[in-house]
Nanobody, 116 residues
Framework: QGQLVESGGGLVHPGESLKLSCVGV????????MRWFRQGPGKERELVAS????????DYADFVKGRFTISRDIAKNTVYLQMNDLRPEDTGVYYC?????????WGQGTQVTVSS
């Protein structure tokens, strides 16, 4: 059974940066597309960024383009989300997800709070 473990969340001020990590275990990580979602207070979960299993190109939601970068290290079974120029509206729980066909795994989430 596959598992994902996120880390790297925290409390930062507007304009600061954070880097989230998500380690996958128990499944063939390199064959899965990886995604980061977030859920803000009182909001629905939304897709933030994704990266394919066979390429290093990321796709981004409009509200993070130019500020966030998704990347993956196959050797470490890890996907990252570099978040720059954070804003209060980026506050929420960030989840990583691994998907391949009918198979999908989710992490437990890591809290990101952006506040002055």
């Amino acid at each position: 059974q596959g598992q994902l473990v996120e880390s790297g969340g925290g409390l930062v001020h507007p304009g600061e940066s954070l880097k989230l990590s998500c380690v996958g275990v128990g499944f063939f990580f390199s064959t899965y597309a990886m995604r980061w979602f977030r859920q803000g207070p009182g909001k629905e979960r939304e897709l933030v960024a994704s990266i394919g299993s066979h390429n290093g190109f990321g796709d981004y939601a409009d509200f993070v383009k130019g500020r966030f970068t998704i990347s993956r290290d196959i050797a470490k079974n890890t996907v990252y989300l570099q978040m720059n120029d954070l804003r209060p509206e980026d506050t929420g729980v960030y989840y990583c997800s691994a998907a391949r066909g009918v198979y999908e795994y989710w992490g437990q989430g890591t809290q990101v709070t952006v506040s002055s």
